[in-house]
């Protein structure tokens, strides 16, 4: 089962808050596991691969760990730019990709 | 720079077919697979399928195949989604974007500006 159930599906914070998103796959799927975030308007644009490699250009107050059936995204103190929606998305499935259903990311 | 740059917002009537593109520039087409994710208004991403251009290697989520075809022209780097009989339901956004390399195993690491699908009677 290639389910991703992510949680929470939306969460209030404040500048300088830490904030977490954990998904959870239905099956052990090693680090086959991406982060992306989307501004509204936006494509999406990926922040961590393989569970926790940031991309080139994404701030180090971002952070993804987890492997097996558990991932966490983790923003260590939110800047206003970070206020946007989350996607976890595993590829251990190579003939069934599936997103998790997003968290949305608001200001309080 | 790698670049992925779609065709147009379209609007069709159910029954209707439609081709969108996506365009890309900056790498070697051939050698990376190139897929399609659905985002309908207001929700959440939905991964279609891709395709891995050298050798047209094809595959779909159980929920668009027989809906959707997937193709690609290496003569000009192009890859397209298609639609036989456009429903409502099928109002979208739709995004190309390229995993890495020919491993499927990995990441969309770049995504086109997306493409608006209006189907209405």
């Known amino acids: 089962d290639f389910q991703m159930t992510q949680s929470p599906s939306s969460l209030s914070a404040s500048i300088g808050d830490g904030v977490t998103i954990t998904c959870r796959a239905g099956?052990?799927?090693?680090?086959?596991v991406n982060w992306y975030q989307q501004n509204p308007g936006e494509a999406p644009k990926l922040l961590i691969s393989?569970?926790?490699s940031l991309q080139s250009g994404v701030p180090s107050r971002f952070s993804g760990s987890g492997s097996g059936r558990d991932f966490t995204l983790t923003i260590s103190s939110l800047q206003p730019e970070d206020f946007a929606t989350y996607y976890c998305?595993?590829?251990?499935?190579?003939?069934?990709?599936?997103f998790g259903q997003g968290t949305k990311v608001e200001i309080k | 720079e790698v670049q992925l740059v779609q065709s147009g917002p379209e609007v069709k009537e159910p029954g209707e077919a439609l081709k969108i593109s996506c365009v890309a520039s900056?790498?070697?087409?051939?050698?990376?697979?190139l897929g399609w994710v659905r985002q309908m208004p207001g929700k959440g991403l939905e991964w279609m399928g891709f395709?891995?251009?050298?050798?047209?290697?094809?595959r779909y989520s159980p929920s668009f195949q027989g809906q959707v075809t997937i193709s690609a022209d290496m003569s000009i780097s192009t890859a397209y989604l298609q639609w036989n009989v456009l429903k409502t339901s099928d109002t979208a956004m739709y995004y190309c974007?390229?995993?890495?390399?020919?491993?499927?195993?990995?990441?969309?690491?770049?995504w086109g500006q997306g493409t608006l699908v209006t189907v209405s009677s």
């Open positions: 974007a390229r995993l890495p390399g020919g491993n499927p195993r990995t990441w969309f690491d770049y």
């Open positions: 900056g790498y070697s087409f051939a050698s990376h697979w």
């Open positions: 395709i891995y251009p050298g050798d047209s290697d094809t």
């Open positions: 099956q052990n799927i090693n680090t086959y």
């Open positions: 393989a569970a926790s």
């Open positions: 998305q595993q590829s251990f499935g190579t003939h069934m990709w599936t």
